[in-house]
């Protein structure tokens, strides 16, 4: 069975740029959730969407945006890039269910990291 | 705020010595909490997760445990390996939440000397 796939891996862009990155989640799994992994932040929650709607979203600016396609991939944006964008971003999916006892685990991809010069 | 926080940010032991990783959140209105691993340049895999009425979950040398009242969970690791070293993560679901929204703490790095 596949696991979660980020494209590209790796990427350099400069300021002022915008950016695209990629998400297939595992087959099945209708929840898509992303995170910025910073070594002074940590991991910081970015936003999460389920069968095409965003279903939650985390303290950051607008120029962070995401979307889900009907096969449940999802693409999150970067416009303006920053020098402090420079991060791992971290995708994982999940069934979504609204489950209290956690039984829909995250599943990480292993992440797409971005370098702004 | 729901804030979680790990000590100690690093620990290097020598291989075969039982470790404790702590974990502490300051809500403990929580409904689960887990353990992650993150090895160098690489995503996170889940390892255990507790729900809120368990007191504790094993795999295999991990055995973690919870207790809310006191806002702390422990991950045991047992006669530790040099494949055990990675960053190790704990995380809640967010208030109200999905379980997809998560707050992570910042992690502890574990080094195992051969």
């Known amino acids: 069975k596949a696991g979660v796939t980020q494209t590209p891996r790796y990427l350099i862009k400069t300021r002022g740029q915008q950016v695209t990155l990629s998400c297939s989640p595992i087959?099945?799994?209708?929840?898509v959730s992303w995170y910025q992994q910073t070594p002074g932040q940590g991991l910081q929650f970015l936003f999460e969407?389920?069968?095409?709607?965003?279903?939650n979203k985390g303290n950051f600016p607008g120029r962070f945006s995401g979307r889900q396609f009907s096969n449940s991939r999802s693409e999150m944006n970067v416009s303006t890039l920053e020098l402090g964008d420079s991060a791992l971003y971290l995708c994982?999916?999940?069934?979504?269910?609204?489950?209290?006892?956690?039984?829909?685990?995250?599943?990480f991809g292993a992440g797409s990291r971005l370098t702004v010069l | 705020k729901q804030e979680v926080t790990q000590i100690p940010a690093a620990l290097s032991v020598p291989e075969g010595e039982n470790l404790v990783l702590n974990c502490s959140f300051t809500?403990?209105?929580?409904?689960?909490l887990q353990w992650f691993r993150q090895d160098p340049g690489k995503g996170l895999t889940s390892l255990l997760l507790?729900?809120?009425?368990?007191r504790e979950q094993t795999s295999g040398r991990l055995n973690a445990s919870l207790d809310k009242s006191s806002g702390r969970s422990t991950l045991y690791i047992a006669a530790s390996q040099p494949g055990d070293s990675a960053t190790y993560l704990c995380?809640?679901?967010?208030?109200?939440?999905?379980?997809?929204?998560?707050?992570f703490g910042k992690g502890t790095k574990l080094s195992v000397k051969p």
């Open positions: 969407y389920f069968s095409e709607t965003q279903r």
């Open positions: 994982a999916s999940s069934l979504g269910l609204r489950d209290p006892s956690g039984a829909n685990v995250l599943t």
């Open positions: 809500d403990s209105a929580i409904y689960n």
């Open positions: 995380a809640v679901p967010n208030y109200g939440g999905s379980q997809g929204n998560l707050i």
């Open positions: 087959s099945g799994h209708r929840s």
């Open positions: 507790i729900q809120s009425s368990q």
